[in-house]
C-alpha cells in the first residue's frame, strides 16, 4: 500500500480556534469536542469551531477567561478551571453558572502536555500552538496484490469460477481461483507462469463464448481466441487487427464486436478455422459497448449517440442500423451524445451511462426502437445520483445498478431512486476508475478497476455500517442576534413572526475523516432533498405553521446511515394570520360582499322606480296642447307619492304640459311655477324622476312630437318643430334623433 497510514492535522487560530493556546480536551456525551483556550471554550463538531464565553447581563460573576483545565461532572456538564475561580457550562441548557471555589475538589490534577482520545479512537495531543489531530487511515476496499499502479482495464469470470484481469501499463493477465489465490499470469505463449510475465498486448476486454473459447481485444489492434488445451495451457488465435472494446455473443453463437472506429462488427462462425468477419458500414464509428435485447437486437454505446442496430436472423449481412442522438428542442431526448455504456434489467428497461449528462432509461425495448423514443434521465439535477459522469454499468441481481464514475462508485435503485455514493474515502486517496464493468466474484466480492489497480469490496464491506456518526443539528441562527448552540439540545424551536428569516446549521460528527459525508433533507415527509456536502438549511419568510424537518447522513464512505434527527420547526403567526383573525376577515369580506350587492339592488330598484314614475307622468301628457283641470289629472294611472310630492309633480306637469309649445319656456318660470327655487326643483326631479328639468321638458317634447309623427293627418315636420317649442326645424331634427336615433322624416317613413 502506498497510501500513509495515519494523519495529522494542527488546529489552531488560523483553524477558527478563539486562541492559539489550548489547556484541555475532553467530549461531552452528544459527541461534541469541547477545548479549553485562553479565550473562553469552543466546541468542534468536525467541521467548526464554536466559541462559548461569558456575555453582560448573563447572571454570572466570571471573572476571567482563561481556562485552564475542563472535566465533566456527573451530569455530563462541563466544569472549568480559570486563573481566578471555577465556572459551571450546563451543555443541557447551554447557559453559563458561577461554582463555588470547593468545585475545585472534583476536578483531577493533568499533567501537560494533555493527550486526549475520543469515541472513535482519534488521538489529540494539547501543542504549543494549538491541538494536534491523529488519524488512523483505513479503506475498507482492497488492492488485488500485485496490480498496483497499474490500470486494471478488462475483467472476465470464466466457466470454472476463475477470474481474469488484464492490466494497461504491465500488459498483463493474471488469473485467480474463486479462493481469490493468484494462479499464475498469462504468457503470449498460451501458457500460465508463475511469475509475472507479460501476455505481449495491452487487453481491453476479455469474454468466453459458451464454447469455452476465450475472446480476447487487444488495443493497438488485436482480436485474439485462445482455446484450452488438456494442459491448461491455451493455443492462441489471431482474428483480426482491429481496436477491440467489447465483446457479446447472441443466441445464435455469433460474436458481435464493438469496434473503436471501424463500428459494430459480426463474426457469424467464431468456431471456424478461419472465422468470417462481417461489418455494416453503416455503423461507422467508435463504439464502447454492446448489449443484445431479448428481441435479439443491438444497442451500443457509442461517442456519438446510441446506436440502434435491426438484426436479420436470416442474413445477418443486410442488417441494418441507425443512430440515435441528443436533440436539443426535445426534453425526453437523449441527455448526451458521448454514450458509456448500456444495460438492461430483468423488466426489459433500458439504460444509458452517458459521458458527462448522468443517466437514461428507456421503458422497454419497443420504446427505445420507436421513431420518437423519450428517455427518462437520471442526473445530479434530477435523481438522487451524486456525479452525472457515468463510465460503466453492472446491473445486480437487486434490480440495482452499480454505476461506475471517475472516481467513485454509486449504487443506484431506478425505482426508488436512491444512491449509495462509495467514493474515495472507500477505495483510495486517489481512485480513478476506468471504463470496466465491476464484475461479482464466485465469492460474492465485487472487483472493481481503476488506473491505480484492481480492486476488491466484500460483501461485509458494502453492506454493513460500522462507526455511525451521531447527527447533531449545530446552529440555529436568526439575523441580528447570537446563534443559538443550544438547538443541539432540542427536538422542537419556536419562531416569532418577526424572525421567519433563519437558518439552521447541523453536521454528523466524525472526527476521522468528514470530507465526503453527505447530507438530505425532507419537510413534512416529502421526498428527500438530493445529496450534498452542504451543512445548513436557509428559510425565508417562513408561512405560519407545524413543520418537520428530517435530515440524514451517509459514513464517511458515502453509505447512508440510521441516523436521521428530526427537528419541529414551529412558526407562529402574526395576529392577522391567526385562524380567528381569517375568520373575522371572511365575515368582514362577506358583509362587504352582502353591502355592495345590496347597494347594488337598491340602486337598481331606485332607477328602476324613478324610471316606472317618469314614464307614468309622461303618459298623462295629452297628444295635443289642451287645458286640463287638475281633477281631471288625478286618474288612477297617478303614481302614488306623498302629498307634497304629489302636489310637487302635479304643479310641474302643468307648467311642462302648457309650455310644450312656448320656445320661450325656461326653467326658472319651471321653478316658480313648482313654487320652489332652480336648485331645489332640478334635486327634487333627481330624486323623483332621475332626471333634470331641462331634460323633462326635452323629454316632453320628444314625446309630443313623436305621437304628432304618428298620427294620421300629421303637420309638416317644421310645423311639429314649432308647435313643440323648437324655432329651428334642423334642431329639432337633431335633438329628435339624439333621441329616437332617426330623423323625423326616416320615422315617417318607417310608419
Known amino acids: 500500500m502506498t497510501a500513509k497510514a495515519q494523519d495529522t492535522v494542527t488546529y489552531d487560530d ?38 462559548v464565553k461569558s456575555r453582560p447581563g448573563d447572571g454570572t460573576s466570571i471573572q476571567s477567561e482563561v481556562i485552564r483545565q475542563i472535566t465533566l461532572d456527573q451530569d455530563g456538564n462541563i466544569i ?77 469470470c470464466d466457466s470454472k469460477q476463475r477470474w481474469w484481469v488484464g492490466t494497461k501499463e504491465d500488459e498483463c493477465i493474471r488469473i485467480y481461483d474463486k479462493a481469490n489465490t493468484l494462479l499464475g499470469f498469462l504468457g503470449s505463449d498460451g501458457g500460465l507462469h508463475s511469475r ?69 462488427q459480426c463474426v457469424v462462425n467464431p468456431e471456424a478455422d478461419r472465422p468470417q468477419v462481417v461489418r455494416f458500414p453503416d455503423s461507422k464509428g467508435k463504439v464502447r459497448r454492446i448489449l443484445l435485447t ?39 431526448s437523449l441527455a448526451g451524445n458521448a454514450t458509456m455504456d448500456v444495460a438492461a434489467d430483468a423488466n426489459g428497461r433500458i439504460f444509458i451511462a452517458t459521458e458527462n449528462n448522468g443517466l437514461d432509461m428507456a421503458d422497454s425495448e419497443k420504446t427505445l426502437f420507436a421513431p420518437n423514443v423519450t428517455f427518462t434521465h437520471f442526473n445530479t439535477a434530477t435523481s438522487s445520483m451524486t456525479t452525472d459522469d457515468c463510465l460503466a454499468l453492472t446491473m445486480k441481481a437487486d434490480g440495482r445498478l452499480w454505476v461506475v464514475s471517475t472516481d467513485c462508485v454509486m449504487d443506484f435503485s431506478p425505482d426508488s431512486d436512491q444512491t449509495v455514493t462509495y467514493d474515495r474515502n472507500f477505495w483510495n486517496t486517489e481512485s480513478h476508475f476506468s471504463e470496466e464493468r465491476p464484475l461479482l466474484l464466485p465469492d460474492g466480492s465485487w472487483l472493481f478497476g481503476q488506473e491505480q489497480g484492481a480492486y476488491v469490496a466484500t460483501r461485509h464491506n458494502l453492506e454493513s455500517r460500522g462507526y455511525t456518526p451521531p447527527l447533531l443539528f449545530t446552529e440555529l441562527l436568526i439575523n441580528g442576534r447570537q446563534p443559538a448552540l443550544g438547538i443541539c439540545r432540542h427536538d422542537t424551536i419556536v419562531i416569532a413572526p418577526d424572525e421567519r428569516n433563519f437558518s439552521i446549521t447541523f453536521a454528523a460528527l466524525d472526527f476521522g475523516n468528514n470530507s465526503s459525508i ?69 365575515l368582514l369580506s362577506l358583509a362587504a360582499v352582502a353591502t355592495v350587492a345590496g347597494t347594488v339592488v337598491y340602486v337598481r330598484r331606485l332607477h328602476r322606480q324613478r324610471g316606472e314614475l317618469l314614464e307614468k307622468y309622461m303618459a298623462l301628457l295629452a297628444p295635443e296642447p289642451q287645458l286640463i283641470r287638475e281633477d281631471d289629472r288625478k286618474t288612477e294611472g297617478t303614481p302614488s307619492l306623498s302629498e307634497p310630492d304629489s302636489r ?24 316658480s311655477c313648482a313654487a320652489t327655487s332652480r336648485s331645489s326643483l332640478n334635486r327634487k326631479l333627481r330624486s323623483l324622476v332621475g332626471i333634470t328639468a331641462a331634460q323633462l321638458l326635452i323629454d316632453a317634447r320628444m314625446q309630443r312630437a313623436r305621437q304628432m309623427l304618428e298620427s294620421p293627418d300629421h303637420p309638416g315636420i317644421s310645423d311639429i318643430a314649432y308647435r313643440c317649442g323648437y324655432s329651428d326645424p334642423r334642431y329639432f331634427s337633431r335633438c329628435f334623433k339624439q333621441k329616437y336615433g332617426v330623423a323625423p322624416s326616416d320615422y315617417l317613413t318607417a310608419k
Not at 472534583?106 to 501537560?112: A, D, F, K, V
Not at 416529502?526 to 445529496?531: F, G, I, L, R
Request: proline fraction near 3%; aromatic fraction near 12%.
Open 518 to 586: 453527505r447530507y438530505r433533507c425532507r419537510i413534512n415527509g416529502a421526498a428527500w432533498s438530493h445529496a450534498k456536502k452542504e451543512r445548513s438549511l436557509t428559510f425565508f419568510d417562513m408561512p405560519p405553521g407545524r413543520y418537520l424537518l428530517d435530515v440524514q447522513s451517509t459514513d464517511r464512505y458515502g453509505r447512508w446511515v440510521d441516523n436521521t434527527r428530526r427537528l419541529t420547526i414551529i412558526v407562529t403567526p402574526r395576529w392577522y394570520e391567526t385562524w380567528w383573525a381569517s375568520l373575522l376577515g371572511w
Open 14 to 51: 488560523r483553524s477558527g480556534l478563539s486562541h492559539w493556546r489550548v489547556s484541555d480536551v475532553l467530549q461531552d456525551r452528544q459527541g461534541f469536542l469541547w477545548m479549553s483556550t485562553w479565550n473562553g471554550l469552543n466546541r468542534f463538531d468536525g467541521y467548526e469551531f464554536r466559541q
Open 196 to 264: 509475472q510475465t507479460p501476455f505481449g498486448c495491452r487487453p481491453y476486454c476479455i469474454m468466453q463464448t459458451r464454447g469455452g473459447n476465450i475472446w480476447i481485444g487487444c488495443k493497438p489492434g488485436t482480436l485474439l481466441r485462445l482455446r484450452e488445451r488438456s494442459d491448461g495451457s491455451y493455443g492462441i488465435d489471431r482474428i483480426g487487427e482491429q481496436v477491440i472494446y467489447h465483446i457479446v455473443e447472441d443466441r445464435q453463437g455469433r460474436l458481435w464486436l464493438a469496434t473503436f472506429g471501424e463500428g459494430v
Open 80 to 156: 472549568c478551571k480559570t486563573e481566578n475561580g471555577f465556572f459551571l457550562f450546563d451543555t443541557h441548557t447551554y447557559t453559563l453558572h458561577d461554582l463555588p471555589a470547593s468545585a475545585g475538589d472534583t476536578i483531577p490534577h493533568n499533567s501537560h502536555p494533555t493527550t486526549f482520545s475520543d469515541m472513535q479512537g482519534n488521538q489529540w495531543q494539547v501543542e504549543r500552538y494549538g491541538v494536534t489531530k491523529t488519524v488512523r487511515r483505513h479503506h475498507p476496499a482492497r488492492i488485488v496484490e500485485g496490480t498496483e499502479r497499474v490500470h486494471a482495464r478488462a475483467f472476465l
Open 294 to 332: 431479448k428481441d435479439g437486437h443491438l444497442v451500443c454505446a457509442t461517442t456519438n449517440g446510441v446506436l440502434l442496430g435491426s438484426v436479420n436472423q436470416t442474413d445477418v449481412g443486410k442488417s441494418s442500423f441507425r443512430l440515435l442522438q441528443r436533440d436539443g428542442n426535445r426534453a425526453g
Open 648 to 671: 310637487f309633480m302635479e304643479r310641474v306637469m302643468q307648467y311642462v304640459e302648457q309650455n310644450i309649445g312656448n320656445s320661450n319656456a325656461n326653467i326658472d318660470d319651471m321653478a
